[in-house]
């Protein structure tokens, strides 16, 4: 077998290479930081669009109406357009609440 060199190291020389940093430190830490500020950006720009929506009570939409059974809906019903019923479309208010059971 071969046989190992054993090399004796200096304290101070290892205690130097244990504590030594990348030459490219600075842009490990750009990096970084650009990466956390592009997610705090997102999630800012999320609680934002979380706060429009909570405020929003009321939407117009366009609903469909179905002439032969009276359905009402946004989206025209699976038998409506199965068997040819006839529909209207026009424009109504949803309305959006709060549970007062559950509070979602």
């Known amino acids: 077998?071969?046989?190992k060199r054993s090399r004796s190291i200096n304290p101070n020389?290892?205690?130097?290479?244990?504590n030594a940093k990348s030459?490219?430190?600075w842009a490990v830490n750009e990096d970084e930081r650009s990466k956390e500020e592009?997610?705090?950006q997102n999630l800012e720009?999320?609680?934002i669009l979380e706060e429009r929506l909570s405020q929003i009570k009321e939407?117009?939409?366009r609903v469909i109406q179905c002439k032969e059974c009276n359905y009402v809906s946004e989206f025209m019903g699976e038998?409506?357009?199965k068997e040819g019923h006839s529909i209207s479309q026009t424009k109504a208010?949803?309305?959006c609440f709060k549970c007062s059971v559950c509070g979602l």
């Open 1 to 3: 077998p071969v046989k």
């Open 13 to 18: 020389e290892f205690e130097r290479v244990l």
């Open 23 to 25: 030459s490219h430190h």
């Open 38 to 40: 592009s997610y705090f």
């Open 45 to 47: 720009r999320k609680e």
């Open 59 to 61: 939407l117009s939409v």
């Open 79 to 81: 038998r409506c357009r």
């Open 93 to 95: 208010t949803k309305r």
